[in-house]
């Protein structure tokens, strides 16, 4: 009865936000030990009438911090209203935050007013903070140390050469496509060997990237890429080059489990959340002070707008994790690592250490099913073993759900690609396929720990990435026919210990643009400018259009692929131009990219162009700048001059050095024009203040 009790006292902040007014708000009401950091998310269901949304109808209140002052939005959907305040809360207080009556719906209905409240958790010392910092790796490290694997990190370390990388063991007519997949040294909190690759099916490269930390590296539904690149994700573009950088928001850090990008380019994350929790609250022999990880899920809008939010905390009692040491120090109790986006929005989430499938309804924040587990809620027909530890849960095309089921507390422990399908209504779960690399011991499947991704291709076939190796010599990718038949099969150097977290098949032969950032102006004079972007893969040729900016003709010019610049010339002197590129992938003008944004350039009047004898060598740094520039030339700088694209002269600076530092502070953000006479020659360089 004293167990009972404590579970019931427990699970009382989650009954509490169950009776909120409003269909969700964020922080969830009652719920205890948020982050200083927090905005405050609130959302009715249907959509305010947009002049009933007034600022003073809102009052944020800290028991100790007092009223706070705060930015508010109303989101792109219509439906969500942002508050932000505009100072942190206080550690270990209680905020309440109050509506006043006058809100109203489109249709004209009002809104009562309405009061919650949650608290804020305690300030952590030092040594928490350093316990915080350190669970995943020690975490891990047991993890590794179960599993057999060792943590003697006397092995071979690495190059970086991707040479070696990958060695293709059966390469028997698989699906078209290449193989896209992160890698890195199993021992990823120590020095890693890691970056994003693709290769052709014969193990050729057809792109490879080092970063520093990564994993996740896929397809998004919006038609770029996404990959882990330590503490954020970055967006990628046709060219894998970074158009965006997405982080955790509240105060949250990035998991680099999952990233998931709409096709209406809302953004779904996994963060990390730790708390010191006294676990004799679940049983006296705990730890009386444990460091437990929880998951945070996040949902960005368009714009960037964080518009759902959910804790672990506020929803999944720790006691749920039944294979976790709740005695030990550190406590990693749910260990989400994937988030698919369901047909009707809501999103499918795996949690890896309550061996558990959820799906969540973002319009709530409330369980809609929960398959598997402590708290399973289906009956599973052909499948009396369920699934262990699993990873990369995902809806499939004819409404099935697939995972990876890793199976660390199987008997003996083995690993299988999961197919089931899904009575919702009668919650029954039906296992209609399966498959595991054969070849483990006793005559099971293989074996693999963690990580890992089972993707459905359009012929039926299915692409796994095992991943992390008990045994290095085993398979670390493989394709196999629904009737079980590998057609493909691939290796990571075992000697560099190296894994993959997902690999994928995609037949993915874009016609890409030039990436817009790339693209510059370099070299401008009153009557030419060198116009360059980078290289585009699968490109025959490169159209450039350029035009002043009042005409409405366009000039176009044909540039061969190997060339990624063209210098452009009979230019009118102080004229705004525009221009963009087109990539053409084949000869006859089929396949294009379609034109870039246009960029734009200002030619320099006549009076500052150059005689193209001179050969004084000046240096313009930083550039861009925003306080101080430094100048430096091969010859005595005699004078310094700062005009503005209009020809207005701001600084007029004399000198006698070669080397001179000059500050800019004062500049507002622009572009600029810096004119060096050194040894009796002038040099125009072009400055960004920004």
Known sequence: MKNLLRICLVLLPFLTGAQAKYQYISPMPGSKNNNVEHSIIIREGSTFKAASVQEN????????????????????DGKTILLQPMQPFAYDEQVTVTIAKGLQSEQGRSLNDYSFNFSTHRQYNDEEMNNFRNAKRILSERELLQNGISTDQ???????????????????????????????????????????????????????????????????????????????????????????????????????????????????????????????????DYSQNATVLGTVLQEFDPEGNLIFEWRSFDHIVITEAQHINLGFFYIDYVHTNAIDVDNDGNIIVSNRHLDQVNKIDVSTGEFIWRLGGQMNEFTFVNDSEKF???????????GNITLWDNGNYHTPSHSQVKEYKMDEVNKIATL??????????????????????????????????????????????????????????????????????????????????????????????????????NEVAGAVEYHLQHKAHLSETWKTKIISADKHSKKVTGLNPNTKYDWKIETWCDIQG????????????????ERMTLNSEESINVSVFPNPSHDEI?????????????????????????????????????????????????????????????
Not at 216 to 241: I, M, W
Not at 391 to 397: E, V
Not at 651 to 676: C, F, H, M, R, T
Request: glycine content about 8%; proline content about 4%; hydrophobic content about 35%.
């Open 388 to 398: 262990t530890f699993q990873h990369d849960s995902r809806r499939i095309a004819n």
């Open 57 to 76: 109808l809102f009052t944020i209140q800290g028991s100790r911090s007092g009223r706070h002052q705060f930015t508010m939005k109303t989101c792109p």
């Open 590 to 605: 089929v396949k294009t990219s379609g034109y870039t944004e246009i960029k734009k350039l200002t030619t320099l009047t």
């Open 432 to 533: 209609v396929w399966s498959y595991g690399h054969p070849g483990g011991n006793n005559g099971n499947t293989i074996y693999y720990s963690a990580g890992g991704n089972a993707q459905r291709l359009s012929n039926g076939n299915t692409f796994i990435n095992g991943g992390w190796r008990t045994n290095n010599q085993n398979p670390s990718m493989f394709e196999v026919t629904p009737e079980g038949t590998i057609v493909w099969e691939m290796k990571l150097n075992p000697g560099k210990s190296m894994t993959s977290y997902r690999g994928h098949n995609y037949e993915w032969k874009p016609c890409a643009r030039p990436t817009l950032k790339k693209m510059k102006a370099l070299d401008i004079t009153a009557t030419s400018a060198t116009l360059k972007w």
């Open 630 to 690: 430094s100048i430096e030339s091969n010859a005595v700088i005699t004078r310094v001059r700062i005009l503005d694209l209009a020809g207005r002269e701001l600084g007029n600076i004399i000198s006698d050095e070669q080397q001179l530092k000059i500050s800019v502070a004062n500049l507002p953000a622009g572009n600029y024009l810096v004119i060096v006479t050194s040894d009796g020659k002038q040099q125009v360089k072009k400055l960004i203040i920004d």
């Open 154 to 284: 006397n092995i071979e370390d690495g190059t970086r050469d991707l040479e070696g990388l990958v060695e293709i063991t059966i390469n028997d007519n698989p699906t078209p496509g290449d193989i896209f997949f992160d890698a890195f040294n199993a021992f990823f909190f120590t020095n890693s060997w890691t970056g994003h690759h693709v290769i052709t099916p014969d193990g050729d490269s057809v792109s490879s990237k080092e970063l520093s930390s990564c994993s996740d590296f896929k397809l998004q539904q919006n038609g770029n890429f996404a990959v882990r690149n330590g503490n954020h994700y970055d967006e990628l573009d046709s060219n894998f080059s970074v158009i965006n950088k997405i982080y955790a928001a509240n105060g949250y850090s990035m998991d680099f489990h999952e990233c998931q990008i709409t096709e209406d380019h809302h953004v779904f994350i996994i963060a990390d959340e730790n708390q010191i929790v006294d676990m004799t609250v679940y049983d006296p």
